[in-house]
């Protein structure tokens, strides 16, 4: 039998294979998933307290609301603040946004977290990147690649369909 002796990696081979996994256009710039998140303390999250939905999406209803709840294809229109978990403020209402739900005038992590919500009720819900914007980011800078984005959200009116 022959026997293998194992080499050190050199420098120039070390940074051979730094470069080829550079290359490879999916660099982690921040969390892929909610669970691996660091949340600022002052964003007082604790997942435990949220349920976590199908596809990773955490949702934690603050303030329950009357009425239907909201559903597939239903005119929506919402309130909401966007943070990072660092707590940075990415952005917020006004203006209101509306759209229907389920036909793709939002993120989708956004869309399914507000499913089932009804008119007054508020809700955080926390998206993993790959429902959010992914590993390109934003395009203007605000919302990094593989953030985990956190809404504070209130449903303001709901047209059924």
Known sequence: ?????RRPATVGTAFAMLLALGGCGDS??????VEDAEFNPG???NLEEFT???LGVYVLTVVEGSGVESG??????????LRLTDNTLVDASP????WLLGQGGVIQGFDFGVRGMRVGEQRRIIIPSNLGYGP???GDGRIPGNAVLIFDV?????GVA
């Open 1 to 5: 039998m022959q026997s293998i002796t």
């Open 28 to 33: 982690i710039v921040g969390p892929r998933s």
């Open 43 to 45: 964003l007082g999250i």
């Open 52 to 54: 976590r939905l199908p």
């Open 72 to 81: 597939e294809g239903d005119q929506v229109t919402v309130g909401y603040e």
């Open 95 to 98: 203006p209101n946004i509306s």
């Open 136 to 138: 390109g980011g934003s």
């Open 154 to 158: 209130t449903m303001l009116a709901l």
